[in-house]
């Protein structure tokens, strides 16, 4: 049986986040994959990036991402 996907905003996460103690806010942010059974770190050159229409390079981050809207804030791992 596959798991039904569940989506979280930004403002869930932010009052997640809130109910971490203090003692681990230095922690690495880490991520599980369930498909590899795996835990990665964010990526340390643009972990966070927000999607540009305008930008012509399309490696860059945010530039590619035609499936999300302009100004849609995203995660990279």
Same mark, same amino acid.
């Given at each position: 049986?596959?798991?039904?996907?569940?989506?979280?905003?930004?403002?869930?996460?932010?009052?997640?986040?809130?109910?971490?103690?203090?003692?681990?806010?230095? =922690? +690495?942010?880490?991520?599980?994959?369930?498909?590899? *059974?795996?835990?990665?770190?964010? /990526?340390?050159?643009?972990?966070?990036?927000?999607?540009?229409?305008?930008?012509? =390079? +399309?490696?860059?981050?945010?530039?590619?991402?035609? *499936?999300?809207?302009?100004?849609? /804030?995203?995660?990279?791992?």
């Amino acid at each position: 049986m596959g798991h039904l996907a569940m989506s979280l905003t930004y403002r869930e996460l932010i009052e997640n986040l809130r109910h971490i103690p203090d003692e681990r806010l230095d =922690d +690495t942010v880490t991520v599980y994959v369930r498909g590899t *059974a795996e835990f990665y770190p964010l /990526a340390e050159d643009y972990p966070f990036a927000v999607v540009n229409k305008e930008f012509e =390079d +399309t490696n860059a981050p945010g530039s590619q991402e035609s *499936a999300l809207d302009d100004g849609h /804030a995203y995660l990279i791992i």
